[in-house]
């Protein structure tokens, strides 16, 4: 079983929305944080949003008020919902299960997201 798997990537137009879903399972059981991360090609990933085991959330400030991070636990599944994508958000998206109270540090292989002007 693989323990971070993102889905839910694709094209969107400018403007448009997108929800991505990463299935990671035991992250609860294991008390782990989840963070959603993306990453331009030839360049350094960026953490965009984080969600801790006691539901407390952060953003970066350049997606604050359009993207939600979120939890299904009963489904071991996190969400990103993003509204108003932009053309440079094109990048692949990554989820990442870190800081566990009982399992290691996991990342997914990613989805890409591309946003047409």
């Known amino acids: 079983q693989v323990p971070v798997v993102e889905s839910g990537g694709g094209s969107v137009q400018a403007g448009g929305s997108l929800r991505l879903s990463c299935t990671a399972p035991g992250f609860v059981a294991n008390v782990c944080e989840m963070d959603w991360y993306r990453q331009p090609p030839g360049k350094e990933r960026e953490l965009v949003a984080r969600i801790r085991p006691d539901g407390r959330t952060s953003y970066a400030d350049s997606v604050e008020g359009r993207f939600t991070i979120s939890t299904d636990k009963h489904a071991d599944t996190v969400y990103l919902q993003m509204n108003s994508l932009k053309p440079e958000e094109t990048e692949m998206y990554l989820c990442?299960?870190?800081?566990?109270?009982?399992?290691?540090?996991?990342w997914g292989q990613g989805t890409q997201v591309t946003v047409s002007s």
């Open positions: 990442l299960r870190d800081r566990c109270a009982a399992a290691v540090r996991y």
